[in-house]
């Protein structure tokens, strides 16, 4: 059985010197992306049937045996219907393109989800598409968005995603496109067989030029920093935040929340990259932050973007107490530890922070650097659920049915 203290990989961690106070990052933030944009983002989200905040759950065996002092687990995997936290950002830059789109069309006021919905402008809706590059979570959410909305939707993945991820994606109404080439390559064909066939990119990465849509998804997401804020109306309130990250528009937006809200007593914020593809943490100094070629498959497929995103940088840059790049050989192991100590079957992502934490508290200089004690609390999030059940039966040895 595999303990927390053998559990398998490494953890890198590089503190952040040009750290900035809560003061100094609001002006910062509002030049990435207004708090009223967020609002108007959050007014719409939960307006949604679907919509439900994710849960906070306790991992009291883990917290006993890291020897922190509380530690949560923000659990985004059993968010319906997409399983993972898009299903508050793509949609909504669904919703937003849409809205658009028809105004520009038709020269009426823009509609509200609910007429899109229940069919007022069904057949100029039915003639437009979204797409977008993607690993396999965004990607189904955009399926859903469409088949919600009565649009359509072609998505194109590296030919490195397991077949179980592609399957899920055609099963959700998706015209799928495998592509060789690392994510950005992919995320360059769809752009290209977009400007061709006048598709509308719905991606979280600004490459095409379009940065508003970016920002309306970021808006999106940033209701999962919201729902945290809500969870701890009083005080105490958590020390560290854990956050999975891959371009980092769910990190800006739910450390921009975390800040937003608590000001100075904001925790310390740790986004959580995967080794293979850990931008942030080899952007030191930098303006822009590194590109990097990931060809081969990344078992925490939804961090393998290559880069994080140029809109979201100069917010993580000054606003991160440090810079984690997680290796993957742990996830397999980790997968199962969670299942035995806490009853919990989740995604292969969201073991970025899990490891992470487990890491960082057994480590006594990583503890020391990261603040870590018997007093902490601790939030790490978790960003998907099993969303490749056979993946999760192959790496832990686990049957699901
Ligand atoms: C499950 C999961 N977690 C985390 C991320 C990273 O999110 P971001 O690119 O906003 O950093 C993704 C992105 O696709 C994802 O699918």
Redesign the pocket.
């Known amino acids: 059985m595999t303990t927390a203290k053998s559990l398998g990989g490494r953890l890198a961690y590089r503190p952040n010197l040009e750290r900035a106070d809560a003061q100094q990052l609001l002006p910062i933030f509002d030049s990435i992306l207004p708090q009223s944009s967020v609002d108007a983002a959050a007014e719409e989200i939960r307006s949604w049937e679907a919509y439900e905040a994710s849960p906070l759950i306790p991992l009291d065996q883990l917290c006993h045996e890291l020897d922190l002092g509380r530690l949560w687990l923000k659990h ?1 995997g059993d968010r319906q219907p997409t399983k ?3 299903m508050l950002g793509t949609p909504y830059g669904v919703y937003r393109y849409l809205a658009q789109e028809i105004h520009r069309r038709t020269g009426l006021p823009e509609p509200s989800s609910k007429d899109i919905i229940d069919g007022g402008f069904r057949d100029l809706v039915a003639g437009l598409t979204v797409a977008s590059a ?5 990607g189904f959410a955009l399926a859903w968005s469409a088949k919600h909305f009565g649009c359509r939707a072609v998505v194109f993945v590296p030919s490195w995603v397991s077949p179980g991820r592609i399957q899920r994606l055609k099963q959700a109404g998706a015209q799928v496109e495998v592509v060789d080439g690392d994510y950005l390559a992919v995320d360059k064909v769809a752009a290209d067989a977009a400007a061709q066939e006048n598709w509308k990119i719905v991606s ?1 990465l600004a490459s095409t030029g379009d940065t508003e849509t970016p920002l309306d998804i970021m808006a999106g ?1 940033s209701l999962v920093g919201r729902e945290l804020v809500e969870a701890f109306p009083g005080t105490p309130k958590p020390t560290h935040v854990f956050v ?8 800006i937006g739910v450390c921009m929340e975390l800040v937003r809200a608590w000001g100075k007593q904001a925790p310390d914020f740790f986004p959580v990259e995967a080794e293979p593809t850990a931008s942030m943490f080899r952007s030191k100094g930098l303006e822009s932050p590194v590109v990097l070629q990931v060809d081969d498959e990344v078992v925490m ?3 393998a ?1 290559g880069s994080t ?1 140029f809109q ?1 940088w100069p917010g993580l840059r000054y606003a991160s107490t440090g810079f984690s790049s997680v290796s993957e050989d742990g996830v397999a192991d980790a997968l199962s530890l969670l299942k035995e100590k806490e009853g919990i079957i989740t ?1 292969e ?2 073991m970025s922070t899990v490891m992470t934490i487990i890491h960082a508290a057994h480590d006594p200089a990583t503890r020391r650097l990261m603040g870590l004690d018997q007093s902490s609390r601790v939030v790490i999030v978790g ?2 659920g099993v969303v490749d059940p056979e993946r999760y039966e192959v790496l832990t040895g686990i049957g699901l049915s």
Do not use: F, Q
Not at 134 to 138: F, S, V
Not at 244 to 251: E, R, S, T
């Open positions: 985004e993972s936290y898009k993607t690993d396999g979570n965004h979280a997401y999975p990250c891959g371009a980092g528009i769910l990190a497929g939804g961090l973007c995103s979201t995604g992502t969201t960003t998907e």
